[in-house]
């Protein structure tokens, strides 16, 4: 499968936990699970959960290496976290040694398209069973952004009393219609075409994790010597890196499972989910995201009552990946 982590390929730093069938939330299971996961610290110190968003994995921190192309997603907010026993597991439908479209159906062949859908929920189903193996009662903070943060909300709605402390970043209670619209279109891409289809879906993509500002400020309509509009060129980059390390089918499961989320369903709504939060929670946004717009995390924070803290940036939604000093802080702030 292109782009996923397969059998036999260097593990680098990853971890595998196999767990048993999983029932899942829109009808169906998979026969079996395993879910590939870092960790970085003494387990005798406080347990903090952290979870990558769309096309994160595992390597939250460190170098790239073997069965690591990329360095951590997450490195420069290390030091933030001393103290504590850092877990990052590759979420379900993942492509980077968790159970997903690349890995084999009972069959004995990849379940490609044929991959069921997943929710959020299952995602963390996925996450709680690892806490169990791992001797997780209780974490000291489960940390989001993005799709990250919408498993980070439904750990603290799900099970209010294993998580102390919420850290929910550049993230919604629901899926918007600019999202559904957005992702669906990306997934009309990918349906056309699996690899270059990837590649213009991340190129629309990029374009709504970034500011009109900033792409204006960088690019403006400069052409360059190749002919390309700098723009163009920039986002076709982004496009073939994400190509070449991503699976095309798991990009439509993980799109699939962001258009389906919604925090309050089967509670009676947003606002009734989120009332079942006991954790001291941390909500923040980027003020450029023209994605998951503020107002949506202006509507958690209402809801949990807390202030919202607003990280200023150009970067749009990227910012909560770009800013590491201003989220680093923030972070910082949660766990002291
Ligand atoms: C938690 C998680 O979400 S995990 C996933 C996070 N990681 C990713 O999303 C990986 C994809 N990367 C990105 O989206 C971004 O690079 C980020 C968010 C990680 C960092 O953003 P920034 O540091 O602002 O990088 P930026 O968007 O400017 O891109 C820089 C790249 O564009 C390239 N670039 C810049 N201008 C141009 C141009 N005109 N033509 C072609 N390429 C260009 C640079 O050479 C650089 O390439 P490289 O990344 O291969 O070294
Ligand atoms: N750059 C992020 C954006 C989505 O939050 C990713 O690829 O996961």
């Known amino acids: ?154 750990w603290a709605v799900a099970h ?17 219609a600019d999202q559904i619209g957005t992702q669906t279109t990306q997934q009309a891409a990918v349906a056309l075409d699996p690899v270059g289809g990837l590649e213009v879906a991340r190129r629309i993509a990029h374009l709504t994790y970034r500011s009109a500002f900033e792409l204006q400020t960088r690019f403006g309509n400069e052409v360059q010597p190749d002919g390309r509009f700098a723009v163009t060129s920039y986002l076709e980059h982004h496009g073939a890196k994400l190509a070449g390390r991503f699976d095309p089918d798991s990009y439509v499961v993980l799109t699939q499972a962001m258009n389906t989320w919604d925090v309050g369903r ?24 023209r994605l998951y717009r503020i107002e949506e995390q202006q509507r958690v924070a209402d809801a949990l009552g807390v202030p919202l803290r607003v990280v200023e940036s150009p970067y749009g939604h990227d910012g909560f990946l770009v800013e590491t000093a201003a989220v680093g802080a923030l972070l910082r702030e949660l766990l002291d």
């Open 1 to 154: 499968m292109a782009g996923a982590w397969r059998e036999g390929d260097p593990s680098g730093a990853r971890q595998f936990l196999d767990l048993g069938p999983l029932e899942l939330e829109r009808g169906g299971s998979l026969p079996g699970v395993r879910v590939a996961y870092e960790t970085w610290g003494d387990p005798g110190d406080p347990p903090v959960l952290v979870e990558h968003a769309l096309t994160g994995d595992s390597h939250l921190f460190g170098d790239t290496g073997p069965g690591h192309p990329t360095p951590g997603w997450w490195a420069a907010l290390e030091q933030r976290v001393t103290g504590h026993f850092v877990v990052c597991a590759n979420v379900l439908g993942g492509c980077q040694g968790t159970t997903g479209p690349a890995s084999d159906a009972p069959d004995g062949g990849p379940w490609g398209s044929r991959f069921p859908e997943v929710t959020i929920a299952d995602q963390v189903a996925v996450e709680v069973a690892l806490a169990d193996a791992l001797g997780i009662d209780r974490w000291y903070a489960v940390i989001g952004g993005s799709m990250g943060g919408m498993r980070a909300m439904e």
């Open 266 to 289: 089967g509670r009676g709504g947003v606002e009734a989910a989120l009332a079942r939060v006991t954790a001291r929670s941390l909500v923040a946004g980027i003020d450029s995201d």
């Open 160 to 176: 209010p009393e294993r998580v102390a402390r919420l850290f929910f970043l550049a993230s919604g209670a629901v899926a918007t």
